[in-house]
């Protein structure tokens, strides 16, 4: 039986999300599939499944297929930088889906107003106040704050300072928190500075339902905290997006790479045009590689640092129930403390 601390700090979350437990499953490319986001809606918690550059068909297929896996709320994650992007917003408004969390960059208002007019909530990722107040003068009924901590495309600004800049100003929407979480007490303790819930995803990547490759998975138990490094720009004219991932010969071959496309700017050997291609080119399908091929040497393997705090394989249930746990016995602890 939950404990009045819980029902408290949980209340705004769940009316929200229309869930039982305010803990979101992030949206992971070739991760967040039908069977992870079933498993995870039908624990209590709350997910999304990724939309990432899927051919809209199969995309339509994996929402019809969620919601025959389970009648429970789940949501659909939009990357606005993505070539089917619009055709995925299109998608959107023809299944009616309940939540629609726009990542990758920002939205335009219009972009906010299409998902809202099919009723449904729209959640909206800010990394500063200027982007959060934008955000919410588009139409967000939510936002998320991701710090640098997080897996796959991240900012530059940590969890801990996101927290001060835009969860303890902003108050009148629900604020969900993600970068870097991956234990109970940490939840407690965001819930307690004012989240209407918390996001995870390296620790649901390892679930047993999750059907990314037991290398990638194996791999994930394996790592430290300090193998998840993102990904750095030698050079501002090789524009290259910042990813969290775990280090690996891919990661060196494209460091190899920034610098011998460096070298033929230098010498006039390959246009700017050229070079941006190759830079782009280089991670394309690597992702696919490392989670459905189990290729752990060339492929991406896009990591939140939290890769440090898992240490086994459990069923999706399991992982939220043990957050549950450790988040009672952080508000009891913190109580005590109080009254002391």
């Known amino acids: 039986m939950e404990s009045s601390y819980t029902q408290t700090f949980f209340e705004r979350g769940r009316e929200f999300l229309q869930v039982d437990t305010p803990i979101i499953c992030g949206a992971m490319t070739w ?11 039908n624990a209590g918690a709350f997910a999304l499944l990724a939309g990432g550059n899927t051919p809209v068909d199969i995309l339509e297929r994996q929402i019809k297929e969620t919601q025959e ?6 949501g659909i994650n939009l990357i606005t930088i993505a070539p089917l992007y619009k055709d995925h917003l299109e998608l959107v408004r023809k299944h009616n889906l309940p939540f629609v969390v726009f990542a990758g960059s920002f939205p335009r208002k219009t972009e906010v107003l299409k998902a809202k007019a099919t009723g449904a909530k729209v959640l909206c990722f800010a990394s500063t106040m200027s982007i959060a107040n934008r955000m919410l003068s588009y139409g967000a009924d939510a936002l998320i704050l991701e710090g640098m901590e997080a897996g796959g495309h991240v900012g530059h600004v940590s969890l801990m300072i996101l927290l001060q800049q835009v969860l303890f ?12 979480i991956g234990t109970g007490q940490m939840c407690a303790h965001l819930f307690l500075m004012g989240a209407a819930g918390v996001q995870l995803g390296t620790a649901f990547a390892v679930s047993d339902e999750c059907t990314a490759h037991p290398n990638f998975k194996k791999r994930f138990i394996q790592a ?17 997006v910042a990813v969290r991932a775990l280090r690996n010969k891919g990661y060196e071959d ?14 006039g050997t390959l246009a700017q045009a050229d070079v941006q291609m190759r830079v782009e080119e280089f991670w394309m399908g690597k992702l696919r590689s490392a989670v459905i091929d189990g290729d752990i040497e060339h492929g991406s393997l ?14 999706v249930k399991a992982i939220i129930q ?8 952080e508000f009891s602890r913190v109580a005590k403390q109080l009254k002391a």
Request: charged letters at 25%; zero cysteines; aromatic letters at 4%.
């Open 322 to 329: 043990d957050l549950l746990t450790d988040m009672e016995a």
């Open 224 to 240: 430290k905290a300090r193998e998840a490094i993102s990904t750095p720009e030698f050079d501002s004219r090789l524009h290259v």
């Open 69 to 74: 896996l389970t009648d429970k709320p789940f």
């Open 302 to 315: 896009m990591a939140g640092q939290s890769v440090g705090l898992i240490h086994e394989m459990k069923p």
């Open 31 to 41: 991760v967040s599939d039908p069977q992870l986001v079933s498993a995870v809606a």
């Open 169 to 180: 100003k902003i108050r009148d929407v629900p604020i969900f928190v993600a970068g870097g």
């Open 254 to 267: 494209f460091n190899a790479l920034q610098l011998e496309l460096m070298e033929a700017l230098d010498n």
